[in-house]
């Protein structure tokens, strides 16, 4: 069981930076692909950014939203996984959520095993 808590999140303005957080109970984080996602009042929830594995490469993607603006990084020392947020956007308020995939790979929300509770990003003047 792998238990995942965020924090982080908060008023930015536009053009801003934040970093996320999201702490893992639990050993072995590094054989879960792990994935940040949001969702916005209204709004379907998006992946945001995923990592796979040690055993599966850590390869790394992320959402043409966020593509040059965000990066996910992990400090398995820690049992923690980042999400830098560079130049906030208007359209990037939502909540935010980390989530662990047993099978290493990145293959969407459907297949994410943990979840936390999420953090609330506000971008605004």
């Known amino acids: 069981q792998l238990q995942l808590v965020e924090s982080g999140g908060g008023l930015v303005q536009p053009g801003g930076s934040l970093t996320l957080s999201c702490a893992a109970s639990?050993?072995?984080?590094?054989?879960?692909?792990i994935g940040w996602f949001r969702q916005a009042p209204g709004k379907e929830r998006e992946r945001v950014s995923c990592?796979?594995?040690?055993?599966?490469?850590?390869?790394?993607n992320y959402a043409d939203s966020v593509q040059g603006r965000f990066t996910i990084s992990r400090d398995n020392a820690k049992n923690t996984v980042y999400l830098q947020m560079n130049s906030l956007e208007p359209e990037d308020p939502a909540d935010y959520f980390c989530?662990?995939?047993?099978?290493?790979?990145?293959?969407?929300?459907?297949?994410?095993?943990?979840w936390g509770q999420g953090t609330l990003v506000t971008v605004s003047t």
């Open positions: 990592q796979s594995s040690v055993v599966s490469g850590y390869i790394t």
């Open positions: 989530a662990a995939e047993m099978s290493g790979y990145c293959r969407g929300a459907a297949n994410m095993d943990y």
């Open positions: 639990g050993d072995g984080l590094d054989y879960y692909a």
